[in-house]
């Protein structure tokens, strides 16, 4: 039988190397799926590509694997980073979800002017960064960034990466997929103020995208213009 428990580590993949589980994997393991010591799982730890492991031990919140044999190599990624405005929190959380099914290697909250969330919680956005990530297959858990103020963000914005801003009644053109380093970003719910999408807008890498006629909530917009920016193109 097919292993189709994958689980995300942070230690190393080798053959026979031992791999701790954490509390919540034992616990979800032994207590939710009922597997048990000599059972086989899938681990990936974001470098080593994906391995077969059996479970060696155990117990309530402990546990480990040991690594068998490598299923799948490490494989290139897209190289597309996600920025937007932390939202409310099931919003929020949906964004980092479907950020990382849509395969995005980065993820940066931001503050803006209009943004009304004071603070995210990091460690719960990576778990559900890293349960997506084990449950579509992926190789690598994207990163998340501590939120900062949409300005700091823009004065260290990396040489080489574009960043298109997904931009509602702009008459801007449509989104579409651009070769080489990118990043999206999407206002918050009440959208960037004038003065934000003219600081955007003086930044040399920085180009504006429509997402379509319809004002979409920015969830919605982060998953489409996430889509569109990856849409497989013809010729
Ligand atoms: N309150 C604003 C809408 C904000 S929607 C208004 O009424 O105009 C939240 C964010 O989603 C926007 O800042 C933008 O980044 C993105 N967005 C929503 N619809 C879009 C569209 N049709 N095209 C491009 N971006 C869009």
Not at 170 to 199: H, K, M, S, W
Not at 212 to 231: F, W, Y
Request: charged share 20%; proline share 9%.
């Amino acid at each position: 039988m097919t292993p189709s428990i994958r689980l995300h580590v942070n230690a190393p993949l080798s053959p026979g190397a031992e791999v701790p589980a954490t509390a919540g994997q034992a616990h979800y393991l032994g207590s939710v799926m009922r597997r048990a010591a000599g059972d086989a799982v899938l681990l990936f730890n974001g470098h080593d590509g994906e391995w077969r492991a059996r479970i060696g031990a155990l117990r309530k919140e402990k546990g480990h694997f040991v690594a068998e044999v490598q299923t799948r190599p490490q494989a290139p990624e897209p190289d597309i980073w996600l920025v937007f405005a932390v939202l409310k929190r099931d919003a929020t959380d949906l964004v980092v979800e479907k950020a990382t099914e849509l395969g995005v290697s980065r993820i940066l909250p931001v503050f803006t002017d209009r943004t009304n969330a004071a603070r995210v919680n990091l460690d719960r956005l990576a778990a559900i960064a890293a349960e997506a990530a084990e449950q579509c297959e992926r190789l690598v858990v994207p990163a998340i960034a501590a939120p900062q103020p949409l300005s700091a963000l823009l004065a260290a914005w990396p040489a080489g990466r574009r960043l298109v801003v997904a931009a509602e009644r702009a008459n801007a053109a449509p989104i579409r997929p651009l070769a080489g380093p990118c990043a999206l970003i999407i206002g918050p719910e009440g959208g960037f103020t004038p003065l934000e999408l003219d600081l955007m807008g003086r930044h040399p890498l920085v180009q504006s995208a429509s997402l379509g006629p319809r004002i979409l909530r920015a969830e919605t917009a982060a998953i489409v213009g996430l889509a569109l920016l990856q849409a497989p193109q013809d010729g």
